[in-house]
């Protein structure tokens, strides 16, 4: 079972080159719980074998060896592949752990900043928050800690749509709140930030987010055709407003965390409302559980050989023996003094 060490690494190149076809070709709300689960745990357990090769190089650091209590020359004896090589993955491992740390700083710092934002909007009787607002939008603001999700509309929106659209519209995005969307979309994020491989599936689970969101919305008000027709609507008066006031889709305040009806690929996204609803696929959901199921597995066996190597490696403990002290003295003797 030694293959299993190398199998995060594997899983890594395949979730990294497959990833945006498996979670285009899974049903979208099916897409967003897997795939980003999947990348978490690629990326970590990819991260898992990347840093015990390189603590095995660490470990060969005679002053490492020495606190440890393991001999150098016995743990770099027995290994197949040279120390540069160790050293090397030791310190992507470090790396992308700094990519990590950087990225969800950074998200955290965004998250309080929504959270202030949110705390300030009074919503409707309805739940939704209508603002003024010369473009055309609408978006979720996450739920936080303390702060309930909110769903932000601007009256700008509101005039461009009709009273069916825009309960399309509402659909969309109180599927975003009720399938806790934010959670994956910002998972895949991490996870793509600690696995620069994994950015392409990262921006295809956030193109199944809206994929999902409008397959709710479809299913609640029952028009696939309606849905589409209204997506396309508010995708064509928001380009028009920007347009118009020779702005880009950054500057319209929306928040980074905050998922938009607008956001992302609308024309395919009315095209796939134009076809029948998704079927599931199953094969390709247990491809994907056997992936990450042996992923843990891999990450656990590396664990467990670097372990085992350390252990192989481990000097005798020193042994005190009656010659040491004179013959006659015995050891008992020796530690309860004279
Ligand atoms: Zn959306």
Redesign the pocket.
């Known amino acids: 079972m030694a293959w299993l060490v190398w199998s995060p690494l594997a899983a890594n190149l395949v979730l990294g080159l497959l990833g945006p076809w498996i979670a285009r070709s899974l049903p979208p709300g099916m897409a967003v719980r897997l795939v980003p689960i999947a990348m978490v745990v690629v990326a970590m357990g990819t991260g898992t074998v990347l840093a015990t090769l390189g603590f095995l190089s660490f470990a060969q650091v005679p002053e490492v060896a020495r606190l440890g209590s393991w001999s150098a020359s016995r743990l770099g004896a027995e290994q197949p592949w040279p120390v540069a090589a160790e050293a090397m993955a030791g310190t992507g491992a470090a790396l992308l752990l700094a990519a990590g740390f950087h990225t969800t700083a950074r998200m955290v710092r965004e998250l309080f900043r929504v959270a202030g934002t949110a705390r300030r909007l009074v919503p409707g009787p309805d739940g939704v928050v209508i603002v003024p607002g010369a473009v055309p939008d609408a978006y979720?603001l996450p739920a936080l800690p303390g702060t309930p999700a909110r769903v932000v509309v601007t009256t700008a929106m509101l005039h461009a749509l009709d009273g069916e659209e825009s309960r399309v519209l509402l659909a969309?995005?109180a599927a975003?709140v009720s399938g806790r969307h934010h959670l994956y979309v910002q998972a895949a994020h991490l996870a793509s930030a600690t696995n620069p491989l994994l950015r392409p599936t990262a921006r295809a689970v956030r193109f199944a987010?809206?994929r999902a969101?409008d397959e709710a919305a479809a299913r609640r008000l029952g028009n696939r055709r309606l849905v589409a027709r209204a997506l396309a609507r508010a995708a064509l008066a928001k380009a028009a407003a920007l347009r118009a006031d020779d702005l880009d889709e950054g500057s319209t305040g929306t928040a980074s965390v905050s998922?938009?009806?607008t956001?992302g690929h609308v024309a395919q996204r009315a095209a796939a409302l134009l076809e029948p609803a998704p079927r599931p696929r199953r094969a390709i959901a247990v491809g994907l559980l056997a992936l990450t199921t042996i992923t843990l597995l891999g990450s656990s066996v590396a664990v467990d050989q670097l372990d085992d190597r350390l252990d192989q490696a481990e000097l005798p403990a020193p042994v005190l023996s009656s010659s040491s002290y004179g013959g006659s003295q015995t050891i008992a003797s020796v530690l309860s003094g004279p």
Do not use: I, M, N, W
Request: net charge negative; aromatic share 0%; charged share 20%.
């Open positions: 979720t969309h995005e975003h987010v809206e969101a998922l938009s009806a956001g």
